[in-house]
């Protein structure tokens, strides 16, 4: 079964850090983008960093430029989201989200995305 999966979500005061895992199973991550996205409660879903299959492109969004950092490891099928100087307005369900795009290809923080996680919760408060 194809699947990915979130983690390292929670409760962290402004100004705080976590680091978010995505872990695949079930397929290699190597020919596949992946992207981070979220969604805060009334909101539509926002596209907040990606990597491209190789990991030698990154994008973000200009509200976590700076904040965020995106990698990946390979060996260990899996993605991270470094987030640091968190802020209230961080405060989603995040998800990753992976598609094929071959050895060499790019990422994009837009729908269509092959495979989707189930999120993970990140709240900022103090």
């Known amino acids: 079964q194809l699947q990915l999966v979130e983690s390292g979500g929670g409760l962290v005061q402004p100004g705080g850090s976590l680091r978010l895992s995505c872990a695949a199973s079930?397929?290699?991550?190597?020919?596949?983008?992946i992207g981070w996205f979220r969604q805060a409660p009334g909101k539509e879903r926002e596209g907040v960093s990606c990597i491209s299959s190789s990991g030698g492109s990154t994008n973000y969004a200009n509200s976590v430029k700076g904040r965020f950092t995106i990698s990946r490891d390979n060996a260990k099928n899996s993605v991270y989201l470094q987030m640091l100087s968190l802020k209230a307005e961080d405060t989603a369900v995040y998800y990753c989200a992976a598609e094929d795009v071959g050895p060499a290809g790019g990422c994009r923080m837009a729908a269509g995305y092959d495979y989707w996680g189930q999120g993970t919760q990140v709240t900022v408060s103090s």
């Open positions: 079930g397929f290699t991550l190597d020919y596949y983008a």
